[in-house]
């Protein structure tokens, strides 16, 4: 029993240090579907099932900005402190819809928080497009779609055309 409880102390003083190193981000964003980017590295969505997501970031200030095709960009810069955590709580400014005809854009992949990118611009994550139900609507023409996973890995870059109501399929 001593040697447990001697074991966990000297874990908890190994680990302690650790933890003191980091702090979090917890986003609250309407669109929940918006891409986080923290001192413009992409992070993941804001939100998951509607619930805001938490990361874990080194203290000090940082940019964040939130990234969505429908809505205008918002950039903060925000203080995070060791062992704390910072609420982001923003609700971005739709654009106007875009106008018909539309084809249809599925992406397949592993990773389902990938970063998914049409021509060089942030457009989602890979959960958002993957399944037959799923896709983003497009305006016919051709697109530079490049996928890059959250944890490193390859990433995947595509030139795809969108044809009037038709689904075309990244994998």
Known sequence: MRRYGLFLL????????????TGYLKTKVNPGRAGVFIDGKYVGP????????????APGQHEVKLVEPRYED???????????TFTLRETMKPRPLAQPPFGRLRIKHTDKFAAVYLNDKYFGHVDEFSNFAQG??????????RVEPTGGGQPISQKVTIEADRVSVVQ
Not at 10 to 21: F, G, K
Not at 136 to 145: A, F, R, S
């Open 74 to 84: 918002v950039t903060s810069n925000v203080t995070i402190e060791a062992g704390k």
């Open 10 to 21: 000297c874990a908890a003083v190994l680990i302690t240090p650790a933890l003191a190193q």
């Open 136 to 145: 983003v609507l497009l305006n016919p023409g051709t697109y530079d779609v």
């Open 46 to 57: 804001a939100a998951n099932f509607r619930i805001g997501r938490k990361y874990a970031v």
